[in-house]
């Protein structure tokens, strides 16, 4: 079994990567219409940052999921 400690550590690890996060081709892991749940929404952030805010939904191993995407004005993707 993982240990808390080394949760922890991969959580922060992979959050100093961000700049190298990629998004997979595959397939099965490409969005489309189709997975569309709602958007645009305001940004409810205080401050409120002016951009909107899309959310998509998929199945992953029978799981609901849902991506939520903020694209800013600036044409970086949160």
């Not at 969005?31 to 959310?55: C, E, F, M, R």
Request: aromatic content about 8%.
């Amino acid at each position: 079994m993982t240990s808390v400690d080394d949760i922890k550590n991969i959580i922060v690890s992979i959050q100093n990567r961000r700049e190298q996060w990629r998004l997979s081709t595959r397939q099965k892991n490409l969005l489309t219409w189709k997975n569309y749940i709602s958007g645009p929404i305001a940004d409810n952030h205080q401050p409120p940052v002016p951009s909107d805010v899309w959310v998509f939904g998929l199945d992953i191993n029978g799981l609901s999921c849902y991506l939520k995407f903020q694209d800013r004005p600036s044409g970086v993707v949160i």
